[in-house]
């Protein structure tokens, strides 16, 4: 839109979140790092691809990026085009203990209704749980559940799949049923608002791993309390 605050909020939220972080470069058609002195107003100003355009830090030790796009597909069935935003974190002490402040900065800032924060390892099974025309296996990897493809969602505030971390606007919260205080305590024990009245919900005290039989069971019954999640069931 016009005017639009949200991508500085965006940027602004996810330079607080994280210590010591400046998003002040971009890059060239050749991956040249390109400093951006008057980086806000760049911001503010550059809609390419009807967003805002690719930010990242200069540490080549610590990668962050920032970026978001257009996606024609809607959310959910008949929905209008949406917009993502994307980051990457370095997968070290420091960049996992900023993980949950960053998702919620980048989420809050975008009035989003809802996000993750997955581990690479993890966004390859998700992708697996999608089923596609011709697909014969049997089921996900690591007993995963289907997830439908957002043409099939109810509604725009359904997530799509579960993350490590994973925002939920009051929105999304309201249709998935949480928090119900009967059901959720271990995931209330990991969970926080957000000040517009969303949560950052956290499955395991680490970052999700597969092959941990700990962290598949926390997934697997998280997916088992939210079957709305991925349009399993109607909200």
């Known amino acids: ?15 607080r979140a994280i210590p010591g972080l400046r998003l002040g470069w971009t890059t060239s058609e050749k991956d040249d790092l390109i400093p951006l002195p008057h980086r806000d107003e760049w911001v503010a ?48 002490v420091a960049g996992i203990a900023a993980a949950a402040d960053a998702l919620e900065a980048a989420a ?38 289907w997830l439908k493809h957002s043409r099939d969602i109810s509604a725009p505030e359904i997530p799509h799949y579960l993350g490590w971390l994973n925002y939920w ?23 926080r608002r957000t000040p517009s009245g969303g949560w950052v919900v956290q499955l ?12 598949l069971d926390a997934l697997l019954r998280a997916y088992e309390r939210f079957p709305e999640i991925g349009g399993r069931s109607a909200p």
């Open 108 to 145: 809050e800032g975008a009035r989003a209704f809802w996000g993750h924060v997955l581990p690479s390892s993890v966004a390859d099974a998700v992708a697996q749980q999608y089923h596609h025309l011709g697909d014969e296996r049997p089921v996900p990897p690591h007993g995963l559940p």
């Open 204 to 215: 395991t005290d680490a970052p999700l791993e597969l092959d941990n039989p700990a962290h």
């Open 45 to 92: 100003t550059d809609r390419t691809d009807n967003g805002f355009p690719f930010l990242c830090n200069d540490d080549d030790h610590r990668v962050v990026t920032l970026t978001g796009w257009e996606n024609a597909t809607g959310l959910a069935a008949g929905g209008p085009p949406h917009f993502e935003v994307h980051a990457t974190l370095p997968h070290d």
């Open 169 to 191: 606007s009051a929105a999304t919260a309201r249709a998935l049923g949480f928090p119900a205080p009967a059901c959720d305590a271990e995931l209330l024990a990991r969970a």
């Open 1 to 15: 839109m016009r005017n639009d605050g949200r991508p500085l909020a965006i940027v602004h939220g996810m330079e």
